[in-house]
């Protein structure tokens, strides 16, 4: 379990290349957008609720463009390091090792900050020098300032949904980003999703769909946020399993999305309405 | 006392298999949800108060799948590196320690992340891309990235009972996992395992589940949380060793479960009136 | 005053032994709870005010059970890794050194937190695994996991009288402790204990008892705890070297335990009412 | 992609010169000011919204002038020391690299700290001798102090529409600087600006900037900060590329700048006015 | 200016012996219940205003006694590591150098903590097993507990008047000391100490401690403390050069003790009224 | 750019020493009552606003003392490592470096402490057994106590305008220092000054001191701190260089010294009126 002295190694970059194509179907013109915006080397921002398709959506892209996709998930103690790269000791040397943004802009690739407001200030800022007009990242640890590829691409995405005054972004990085919005498929596409990627038939995943739809609008009476169609696949998985669809639907819908009793006895009748 | 130079030795992951079969009385059909979702590679999160049995769970589903479980207790200071490894200095070569979630991921364990609100904000978002149809775990500091093989499962527990604001999980986060819901075990169940923890009969079992049930019913009324059949089984070794029943109820579960003397004298009073 | 190189030098658990018996005089059944509770594996939780004889008990205790006792004085910046053991460069080579509840579980001791709820939260989930029936500390700095022999208990203790909201004991905590209450003796036990310790004689240890007990009666005037027997001692030890009483109560006790001088005053008009 | 051993390599300061001339078309006597300023070795300060030309300002002069121009994103983790120079371990010596601001001392260069007052206070102390007829820098870690030569200049800019109070320069730093003030430019001038730069015709380029004006008067009425030319030229590009007009300023404008719907609506009831 | 490998040279105990008789005049009995403690082991706290003369009483006691005394001013960052002493680095090996508090508990030394409240809370917890009838420290990185001679003594001292609630001595800790309060001294002796340390004649040491006398008046109406005894000296002092007195007191007096332009006026109408 | 190993270089304190007389022009009897405080030992505290003239003031004693002079910006992240010195490694030996207050304690200079509120506690703490007759510094990580040689004299400066509660000096730092008050020079001095460091004529300084007065009186108004002297030089230099009056005086004094439009709006008019 235990491997010695690897200490530089780094994932060649061929390892981001997506090689199959990915389930996605285009809800509406997104994939034109994006495309324009790559060609202009526009950085582009995908707002959207948690489990609307966002990471899916750029997987799709990244292979459709040909792209290496480099996935950050930010969070509240990434640093700026983290991301640019850093001096690793290796026995009495030191070697350098690139971060996933010099990874990216060293290789032309496409760099994606998941959730980008959870990251510190530090790292957030680090990106705006690659977003206007100089499209280029000084790494002071190195004495070097690069200068990205026409292939490079930055993409952010946040859920406006739920971010505090403390954790936005700021308009000076803001203003930096052509915007797409995500939201859950429409009905009919949702239910032949459900049903490709969960095993069910067309008729529980259309019961399923209408669950979900039914508890979305629960969201301006207290839920914190909508049923996403990732929540909808696992209840058609367990349902598919064996598992009875009431029991299923609470377990993986009702449960994993609120722990108010009141709000769950609410969902439990409209599961127990539907699913008779 | 001193030990030397061991730094990289890892325990092997056998030690984690756990061999005799614990003591575990299911409730409803929790065992056959858990086996669903491990089959369908559905990560799980297991909801209940203090003492309500999720452990024991968690040991006797690793035991039944025959599988290791890793448990990882989170606490505040509990960081991404602790999870997925880091580099030690041994004499002037460095190696690579697998963390608990690493170790897991290679040799198909069970994760059992306990509390996991606890943690902080990037530990947990460090287990997204193991809960989504990539499972994977990418190890920055090796540029390696692990995929799982289906026999690793992550769990995760938090008791939604005294969560703040400020410590829940994030939708993002949650919509993630299929959810279990434990309660304290039904009074005839909860009996027969206090009797045959402790030691004591069956009557005197039945009187401590009684003075636990009242306890219970004091959760709306200013309690922060109920008696554990923990401490149940306390009160029952103790008196098996001869205190009196009376003051062994008083020192196992009227002082431990609160300072507020009100409370006090009032659960005094259910142990008094049920142990004449 | 310089020592050279002693950096894993550790103590032998020998030094923790009490060898002389500790002067404690029970006031209820403490003595046979603590040792029903030592018999049956499980970790005791001592409950009460500043001076109460808690320390002095698991003196007592330890001495009784011939167990060595490794006592630690909980802070805020106490971590798991002091209680645990960490690794030291001694030269160009690296030792690892026992923190003090592994050296408790590895020579069957007990070990003592004293003011537990002053310790971070990480040093609290700590001790979890020693506290149900695993009965185990994982080093995960070693990657070992001590299995602790029927000799060891853990012990910790706090004072509920001054506990603000953030600092108090979670109840995944609370409910693994047996709790003993402590509060001051008895008069006549109190009596006889400063006269014991100070050397005054019982007719002016009586008076100081009286004082100590009235003063305690302010507790719910604006108090913020009572006057503890060791100030009582320490009056007694003034008086008998020569100081005035009441000039020695006054020092000893009225302006130790506040600095309103509205109390002051009151509790100077006790001392002067009592030593006419 | 591994570099081995450029610890103390640092850019040349040619590579901060800046060659060609950049895009920019003076709004008022904003050019002649700075001129003055930087003849009388007189400090800087840019206000102004984001996206107003201040970062373009900057290079226009350094070009003018000749200098080169080393720019500092400020942010919360900037240290004094990063804007300094710190040792780098190299191998088994140390090896001094100078920070941006050391560098544009010794090089008579233009140094200017972006945003500044995102940036620590002791960062912001550091620059003080800079700026007033001491006109130096004390490098502690080298008992060095480094004299500016004439040449050198030190700018700054911030955001004064959106600085909450425990971000303010202390008045003892704003007396340093003189200050200009920057804006948006006037519309016949944004016009040429975004159809220069977007490839969109005239007619469209004013539609724009029509759409931009308006948007820019609701920042009296919940807008943040008002819509930058950046955007207008995004827009631009995206329509040049194909998309259709209304889209593109959806996702340029109306998206980028603000989360909140009912804004979002009132924007998009302007862009269907105009672009009829 | 730069001196070479003195890691581990400490201060020899000697140069904490105080052989000049400090000047230091007895307000009450302070001499006599501080010897009486120090017969008794018990350890003390001196409470009372800035500039009453406690770290005077200090080295007085200690010259009477014939101690080294070992004075720590404690703040907000002083560790317990700083207290106990820490291993520094020598060249390749590693030596250990004791902290004040070792190294007055080694020698028989009186270790006084001024204004203790300042130090963290993991500082203050250090010293209670030095404060009990144990009187020993355990020096964890050692190994080792030392046993406090009886030569040694523990004081600390801290100023009631302006502690927050934040800032206040623990009940567990408080109750370990006697406590002597300070106050300014009475007026004739406080005009005896003026003239004999700042050189003028009794006759202007009298108006000089008038006006301080009147300015304490004031703490009851704004004013967060009074006026110590060393800035009448200063005043004093400044006279005697050949300050105007009128000049001398407000620079000496008023100034240095307020920036409330009301209070300062009144303070300067005491000075004027007097000093005609 | 790079510089090799010159960890321990100190700059000699000959630096320090001021050669040209700086220009400097009493207001008061500054220059007598900081000789008589030097004389007597007694450390001083320089309180104004900010551009007052503390710095050249400090500047012009140090001449006419003869004496080096140390100033120390200070500021949050000032530790009193870095003002008393450290070690630092050098190849594999260790190397002791004073920090500045040592520096100057061992060469009999004059240490000023600008700002001094902005120091973290430790910081300030550690001048105290300099500032009371004992005028030593314990460096404890030497394990010496340098005596303070009588040259040796510390002053600090503040500004009692803006201090907020948290940022106040302690009693027990205040009642250590002598105060002298600074305030803007008068209109006549002020003049003079401004025509004789810009280069304007007397009739165009006049109008500028009159626009500043002005400008001062806001300082009841909202304005938080009064134009300094050296923003009416600058605007003096700015005309000299051919700006516009009124335009240099918006940049130079209008601008930097408030945000808020509407004060903004007033100053103007003053501007306007004074400078038809």
């Known amino acids: 379990m235990s491997t010695k002295c690897c200490l530089s190694r780094e994932l060649p970059v061929e390892e981001y290349l997506i090689e199959e194509e990915p389930y996605y179907v285009p809800v509406g013109n997104e994939v034109e957008i994006f495309t324009a915006a790559y060609k202009n080397l526009l950085p582009i921002n995908l707002k959207g609720p948690t489990g609307s398709g966002k990471t899916r959506f750029m997987e799709y892209m990244a292979y459709r463009l040909k792209r290496p996709l480099i996935t950050v998930a930010c969070h509240e103690d990434l640093t700026a390091t983290d991301l640019v790269g850093r001096f690793l000791i290796k026995g009495d040397s030191v070697e350098w090792n690139d971060g996933p943004l010099t990874k990216a802009v060293k290789n032309g690739a496409i760099c994606y900050l998941d959730e980008v407001v959870e990251a ?79 095993g069910v038939d067309e008729k529980m995943a259309g019961d399923l769909v209408e669950i979900g739809q039914r508890i979305r609008n629960f969201k301006h009476h207290g839920l914190e946020e909508g049923v996403s169609t990732r929540l909808l696949i696992y209840a058609g998985k367990l349902i598919h399993e064996g598992i009875s669809p009431r029991e299923a639907c609470r377990i993986a819908m009702a449960r994993p999305i609120t722990d108010n009793p009141d709000l769950q006895k609410s969902i439990d009748e409209i599961i127990y309405a539907i699913l008779e």
Chains 1, 2, 3, 4, 5, 6 share one sequence.
């Open 120 to 198: 510190r200030k530090d790292t957030i800022v680090v990106i705006h020098p690659l977003t206007d007009d100089r499209r280029m990242i000084p790494i002071d640890k190195l004495g070097l300032i690069l200068r990205a590829p026409d292939e490079f691409m930055l993409a952010i995405s946040y859920n406006p949904g739920y971010q505090s005054a403390v954790k936005d972004l700021k308009q000076s990085t803001r203003q930096r980003f052509v915007s797409i919005e995500f939201d859950y498929p429409p009905a009919r596409l949702e239910k032949h999703i459900v049903a490709h990627e969960s």
